[in-house]
T-cell receptor
Framework: NAGVTQTPKFQVLKTGQSMTLQCAQD?????MYWYRQDPGMGLRLIYY???????DKGEVPNGYNVSRLNKREFSLRLESAAPSQTSVYFC????????????????FGSGTQLSVL | QQPVQSPQAVILREGEDAVINCSSS?????VHWYRQKHGEAPVFLMI?????EQKGHEKISASFNEKKQQSSLYLTASQLSYSGTYFC?????????????FGSGTRLQVQP
């Protein structure tokens, strides 16, 4: 049982290049999330998908797009990378059953360290 | 809108206690607590639901006051393994608890 798998683990881009961060989970979770982590800022929500076929903006969506390809996969795309997007990116998934709150914990992937030069 | 955590950092000696606070400006369904070791992904500690409950996990416990939209994490008789950054994550009612937003974190260092 792999949990949440993110690729790549490291990436260096030049300003203006594009790339897609991949995320897949094998826990049959409904909800998936993309966060970025910067020193002193904690984890900031970029986009989330509450269920297959839906996506919503989080706190810092500018410069990013997402695709919920199916229930397992949720990708994050940078169309034209900027130095301000240098960060550690975490994908996470969460079971969100109707009414049952107690199993709602987030499972995180191992992260992608992205540097934009 | 991110919840506000305090303090930003705390240094303890083994065996000492600490309290980390989390405050939101929004009405909440639940509060989550996570711990992150350096270079690793955050790991779930516990979830507290609206209803003002208190939960425990080994010597780590937490409370949630939904009227004040505040939660506190209590670490008692701290161990070296407790070192890391602690995050609260909040699920606001206005998003139907779909979104989970995190505070900026509290860095805890436990020294021998």
């Amino acid at each position: 049982n792999a949990g949440v798998t993110q690729t790549p683990k490291f990436q260096v881009l030049k300003t203006g290049q594009s790339m897609t961060l991949q995320c897949a989970q094998d826990m049959n979770h409904n909800s998936m999330y993309w966060y970025r982590q910067d020193p002193g800022m904690g984890l900031r929500l970029i986009y989330y998908s509450a269920s297959e076929g839906t996506t919503d903006k989080g706190e810092v969506p500018n410069g990013y797009n997402v695709s919920r390809l199916n229930k397992r996969e949720f990708s994050l795309r940078l169309e034209s990378a900027a130095p301000s997007q240098t960060s550690v990116y975490f994908c996470a998934s969460r079971s969100l059953p109707q009414g049952a709150y107690t199993n709602e914990k987030l499972f995180f992937g191992s992260g992608t360290q992205l540097s934009v030069l | 809108q991110q919840p506000v955590q305090s303090p930003q950092a705390v240094i303890l000696r083994e065996g000492e206690d600490a309290v980390i606070n989390c405050s939101s400006s929004k009405a909440l369904y639940s509060v989550h607590w996570y711990r992150q070791k350096h270079g690793e992904a955050p790991v779930f500690l516990m979830i507290l639901l609206k209803g003002g409950e208190q939960k425990g996990h080994e010597k780590i416990s937490a409370s949630f006051n939904e009227k004040k939209q505040q939660s506190s994490l209590y670490l008692t008789a701290s161990q070296l393994s407790y070192s890391g950054t602690y995050f609260c994550g909040t699920a606001p009612m206005d998003t139907g608890r779909r979104a989970l937003t995190f505070g900026s974190g509290t860095r805890l260092q436990v020294q021998p």
